[in-house]
């Protein structure tokens, strides 16, 4: 099986994740920024990225577009997001992948991890609940966020083996 490991990181979370993934596979296995293509040879295809702070659930662009070309390939997903992601948000995100998949592919499923939020984003949050005590959704948005910290992290990376090892029927590392 020739594999591909394609990264949309404009944080770094995926692009971390997808080098360590990366050592499950043989040596040839590339880790490479989505937006440098791909070559056609692939059989399996493990695409991350990163979601926004703002849209948990929607796929990036760049995503979809890259998806969009690919034909006749086995695809395994992996992404951060910002909030730790319950079943409801993970369901959603699923189904927006298998919706924009080409029929010739086969989706073989999604590792789900949180990610850190950048601390800009959680200082700006956090300054504005102080001004705006009664916010609770705002209040509990700055929580996910500062829970966060420090995600992806070895645990995040154990779980993320191991499911991809389960997915793809790998031998055990």
């Not at 040596?27 to 295809?45: C, K, W, Y």
């Not at 690919?70 to 730790?84: D, R």
């Not at 949180?114 to 705006?132: F, I, T």
Request: proline fraction near 3%; hydrophobic fraction near 35%; include cysteine.
């Amino acid at each position: 099986m020739f594999c591909r490991i394609s990264y949309f990181s404009p944080q770094g979370h995926a692009r971390e994740l997808a080098y360590l993934f990366r050592r499950l596979f043989p040596s040839n296995t590339q880790a490479v920024d989505i937006r440098n293509g791909f070559s056609g040879e692939e059989t399996l295809h493990i695409i991350g990225f990163e979601f926004h702070e703002s849209a948990c659930e929607q796929i990036p662009d760049i995503v979809k577009k890259f998806v969009n070309e690919l034909t006749y390939k086995e695809l395994l997903f992996f992404a951060t997001c910002p909030v730790c992601p319950d079943s409801k948000i993970r369901e959603q995100i699923e189904r927006n992948l298998i919706s924009i998949l080409p029929e010739t592919c086969k989706y073989s499923g999604l590792y789900l991890c949180q990610g850190e939020v950048r601390c800009e984003v959680v200082d700006a949050l956090a300054k504005n609940v102080s001004c705006r005590r009664g916010d609770a959704e705002a209040q509990m948005l700055l929580r996910q966020y500062r829970k966060g910290r420090g995600h992806s992290n070895r645990e995040d990376i154990r779980n993320g083996y191991r499911y991809l090892s389960a997915a793809l029927q790998l031998k055990s590392f």
